[in-house]
């Protein structure tokens, strides 16, 4: 009996020696997700990541310099940790902001000779006034119902949509619904004036912003239609509207916005190989364009930076996924999304074999877990992803049947399930498309988490048994 015990301690010395070299596919095994989790939450990779894309870059709208220079430094940073990195190319619109300045110069009760200064910001897309300016009575509504009503009084004048941002529900946790009533004025306003035969179009920036700052974003605006469209701030939308209830307002309006011809640009595409399943793929992603106005450290280089260190951690651990991790750096998802139609066009057709694909493009607030376009059959499945996410305070799975975020809706559409962190956006509004997006508004630790959601998220699907395939929508949720 004695002697078997020898060749036993033998080879359990030599189990652990091997350790290292067989720790490359632990699979979702319980402690592998632990390990990438504190590894996550140990490093640095993506905060240095992200500040080298704000502080050394700066803003990155499509087809500017600092987005061409965006592409070099993230793809040769994948370079550096090892991972295979292609650029995929894409035409990118290129609209580039001019002079922009309001002044209110007519209106009941105004002293002889003063005039009033409004902060405002063009919007993406947005045509351009005569070099000197237009001059023309404003008209304030409140919504499209009260702009039809007022349809006769519209030709000739500059619409404002006062139309405030609802932070009571931000606040409540529902910043993206809020955000998605504000900016359907934003988007679909400058147009319906345009349509009505308005000389120029205004929106109340959406946001929860107090500071006197405008938020941009795209206007919607198309060829043949492109009237002048502004953002004006919080504040001066209510100037503006109480100074319009006294009698008729009216305002010198000069923006000098530009539209080159598209440019060249890219999606960085950087694979981390799997193992035995190597034709699979598992994406990560955030988007490497931003708005001018700031830096877009919370939109979205606090996403691409989280995309970028889950290789970080799997290099740390030296290990390799089943399937292949994918990370994405899209481009152009704030004024066109042409980099996730350039991806959809090129791999579309190969969409069976996306197992699921993941973008953090909410900020970087605390995130609270994950939610996800998987059926309901399928929810039990991630229970360990969220055992293991659950002492950061990361254990919710909220499913949907739809995440329809910017970038992933496309691949959504064909049948993979979209992922995206579930974070705390009840004051992301207040930064989002202003001239305040800077690195100072992010939280090291939260980004931490996020690298920690993104990691052990891709890894489980990258080694999950069986694809868990989308929610099946119900036909009457088709937009
Ligand atoms: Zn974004």
């Known amino acids: 009996m004695n002697r078997p015990r020898i060749p036993a301690l033998g080879l359990m010395a030599f189990t652990l020696f091997a350790g290292p070299a067989q720790a490359a596919s632990p699979g979702n095994d319980p402690a592998a997700l632990a390990r990438i989790r504190d590894t996550a939450m140990g490093s640095n990779y993506a905060w240095?990541?992200?500040?080298?894309?704000?502080?050394?870059?700066?803003?990155?709208?499509?087809?500017?310099?600092g987005a061409a220079a965006a592409v070099e430094q993230v793809a040769e940073a994948m370079r550096q940790l090892g991972a295979k990195v292609t650029l995929q190319p894409v035409k990118v619109p290129h609209w580039v902001r001019g002079l922009e300045t309001g002044e209110l110069v007519e209106y009941r009760g105004r002293p002889a000779g003063v005039t009033q200064q409004v902060v405002l910001t063009a919007l993406g897309g947005s045509g351009a006034t005569p070099a000197g300016g237009l001059r023309a009575e404003v008209i304030v509504v409140k919504d499209f119902d009260e702009l039809k009503a007022r349809g006769a009084e519209v030709k000739g004048k500059i619409v404002l949509f006062d139309v405030?941002?609802?932070?009571?529900?931000?606040?409540?946790?529902?910043?993206?619904p809020a955000y998605g009533q504000g900016s359907n004025y934003r988007v679909n306003g400058p147009r319906v004036a345009a349509e009505m035969g308005a000389a120029a179009a205004l929106v109340r920036s959406v946001g929860g912003a107090?500071?006197?700052?405008?938020?941009?974003?795209?206007?919607?605006?198309?060829?043949?239609?492109?009237?002048?469209?502004?953002?004006v701030t919080v504040e001066d939308a209510m100037l503006m509207s109480r100074l319009a209830r006294r009698g008729p307002l009216a305002m010198r309006l000069v923006l000098t916005p530009k539209i080159l011809p598209d440019a060249d640009s890219f999606n960085v595409i950087a694979?981390?190989?799997?193992?035995?399943?190597?034709?699979?793929?598992?994406?990560?992603?955030?988007?490497?364009?931003?708005?001018?106005?700031?830096?877009?450290?919370?939109?979205?280089?606090?996403?691409?930076a989280s995309a970028m260190a889950v290789f970080e951690t799997l290099k740390t651990l030296d290990y390799r996924p089943r399937r292949t991790i994918r990370m994405i750096a899209w481009m152009n998802e704030e004024n066109g999304t042409r980099g996730a139609r350039g991806y959809l066009d090129a791999h579309g057709a190969n969409a069976g074999k996306h197992v699921g694909a993941i973008e953090s493009?909410?900020?970087?607030?605390?995130?609270?877990?994950?939610r996800a376009s998987v059926p309901a059959s399928a929810s039990g499945l991630f229970a360990p992803l969220q055992a293991a996410l659950q002492p950061i305070g990361a254990g919710v799975f909220q499913r949907l049947d739809a995440l329809s975020t910017g970038d992933l809706s496309g691949l959504e559409r064909a049948g993979v399930p979209s992922f995206a962190p579930l974070v705390d956006t009840s004051t992301y509004f207040n930064y989002h498309h202003t001239a305040a997006d800077t690195l100072d508004k992010l939280d090291p630790d939260n980004l931490r988490r996020h690298v920690a959601v993104m990691s052990a998220t891709a890894w489980f699907l990258a080694n999950v048994e069986e694809p868990v395939g989308r929610a099946v929508v119900p036909a009457a949720a088709g937009h």
């Open 271 to 304: 694979d981390w190989p799997g193992t035995d399943k190597a034709d699979e793929i598992v994406i990560v992603s955030g988007h490497l364009d931003s708005w001018d106005l700031a830096t877009g450290a919370h939109d979205d280089a606090a996403g691409v």
């Open 164 to 176: 405030p941002f609802d932070q009571q529900m931000a606040d409540g946790g529902l910043a993206g």
């Open 361 to 370: 493009d909410n900020g970087a607030g605390r995130p609270f877990g994950l």
């Open 210 to 231: 107090n500071y006197r700052l405008p938020h941009t974003g795209s206007s919607g605006l198309q060829d043949g239609a492109r009237i002048p469209a502004a953002a």
């Open 48 to 65: 240095e990541r992200t500040a080298d894309m704000t502080d050394l870059i700066g803003p990155r709208l499509s087809g500017s310099k």
